[in-house]
């Protein structure tokens, strides 16, 4: 079947030749090589091999592929419709006629109006009052307005959570409740916490201009000064730890003082040089329960330092699920969050932690601080924050990282709560009981 001559192919190279529809150098290859077409295979394969040039290579065939459609059993070529002239507009322009323009001259402001011409039908106190609107002029802040101010610049809320965490850690300790104390140490705590929000606001104002979240905060907008910001900060300050200090006692003033420098002296320059600012950050907000333990005990016991575990481990999931949907806003403040550099490490983090609250909370019956019960009663909302978690950790988007904070905001009033409940009662040895003698017999 080898040497059957390839007669339709003489049929194909006459009809093209006919029509004209090839280039004159492949038609010309074309006819010179249909007179060998009869030929066998294997002598046609002989001759690509020693004489390629007068056939038609893959190129050949790919460009007739694109040139030519196989249509009702005859090869037509696609013919390109031929664009029309379109007259361009500017062609048909008559030069003979130059139109004139007149050049409107500028507006010349009259000596001493601010803007354009107004309305002669708007009344005077209106146009007053708007040209009055438009200048710049000082803000003027009236003394009713400072309680509102102040408490925007000790971040109010933060500082009653701080308050909340050292009054659940004197509530935790194993003493009888002293009300006073617990009031001196309570005031005392918010105020440090007051001086360290104060002072970090005073030195980051560059910075929270350029962030839509903290944009419109006092020293920013200008309703303050910063020497007003920065003697409120030490109104509070040096009040709160003396209170410490002198009312409680020299532990928890030192603790209180440590908690001021580490929050504006490390964590505040540190979130613009490392992702360890959230660490220290860490650091800073376990330390107020440890601050109501040695309130209440007057030293530093198992119990203060897994109080301030639960605070460290809870404040990964919490922060790193608030900073994922600010990043935007961290990464035009220039600081560096791990939400912005390290979004892997930002996600693990979080499920990291939130898997340890679990073995935190078996630890409390370990070290004598709650009952067995407490690891069973706080397992369910334990495993709730861990899924979340692990949704924030496998997906990474906005949906699970906010359902994961709002968690995180009712999570930690609910630990502290069921260990509070749970909380290990113990009796002096000077209170107990003694067991009735058994009366001697009568003689």
Not at 132 to 146: F, G, N
Not at 168 to 181: C, H, K, L, N, Q
Not at 358 to 368: E, F, H, M, R, T
Request: with cysteine; charged share 15%; hydrophobic share 40%.
């Amino acid at each position: 079947m080898y040497k059957t001559p390839c007669s339709r192919l003489t049929g194909v190279w006459k009809c093209l030749s006919r029509d004209g529809l090839v280039g004159v150098g492949v038609q010309q290859k074309l006819i010179a090589n249909v007179a060998r077409s009869h030929m066998s295979a294997r002598r046609l394969i002989q001759l690509c091999r020693r004489d390629q040039a007068e056939w038609m290579t893959f190129q050949h065939l790919c460009f007739l592929k694109r040139q030519y459609v196989k249509s009702s059993s005859v090869l037509c070529q696609r013919v390109r419709p031929k664009q029309e002239h379109v007259a361009s507009v500017l062609d048909d322009r008559d030069d003979s006629v130059v139109r004139q323009v007149q050049q409107i001259p500028a507006l010349k402001p009259e000596p001493g109006t601010v803007g354009p011409p107004c309305d002669p039908t708007e009344p005077e106190a209106a146009r007053a009052a708007r040209l009055e609107a438009r200048q710049w002029k000082e803000l003027k802040v009236e003394y009713s307005d400072l309680p509102g101010i102040y408490a925007r610049l000790s971040k109010l809320k933060l500082t009653a959570l701080v308050v909340t965490t050292a009054a659940a850690g004197y509530a935790m300790a194993p003493v009888p409740f002293d009300p006073v104390t617990f009031l001196m140490a309570s005031v005392g705590t918010c105020l440090s916490s007051c001086t360290a929000n104060s002072i970090n606001q005073y030195f980051e104002v560059p910075f929270d201009s350029n962030m839509n979240r903290t944009k419109n905060r006092p020293l920013v907008r200008g309703q303050i000064s910063p020497l007003h910001a920065v003697s409120f900060a030490l109104a509070c300050g040096i009040p709160g730890v003396t209170l410490l200090t002198l009312g409680v006692n020299p532990l928890t003033g030192f603790l209180g003082a440590l908690n001021i420098f580490l929050y504006t002296c490390c964590y505040t320059p540190l979130k613009r040089l490392s992702i360890t600012n959230t660490w220290v950050g860490a650091v800073v907000g376990a330390i107020p329960p440890v601050m109501g333990w040695t309130a209440a005990t007057g030293s530093l016991d198992p119990g203060a330092l897994l109080l301030g575990a639960f605070l460290f481990s809870w404040q990964f999931p919490h922060f790193n699920a608030l900073s994922w949907n600010l990043r935007e806003d961290y990464s035009r403040g220039g600081y560096r969050m791990m939400s912005v550099t390290h979004p892997g490490l930002c996600k693990r983090v979080a499920l990291r932690h939130s898997v340890g609250l679990i073995g935190l909370s078996a630890l409390g019956p370990v070290l004598d601080v709650t009952t067995w019960t407490f690891p069973l009663v706080s397992l369910p909302i334990n495993l709730y924050i861990s899924y979340l978690a692990f949704r924030f950790y496998r997906y990474g988007d906005r949906q699970n990282a906010r359902k994961l904070f709002f968690c995180s905001l009712w999570h930690l009033p609910m630990l502290l709560l069921l260990a509070l409940t749970c909380k290990k009662s113990r009796v002096p040895q000077d209170e107990a009981p003694v067991a009735p003698s058994t009366p001697s017999p009568a003689l």
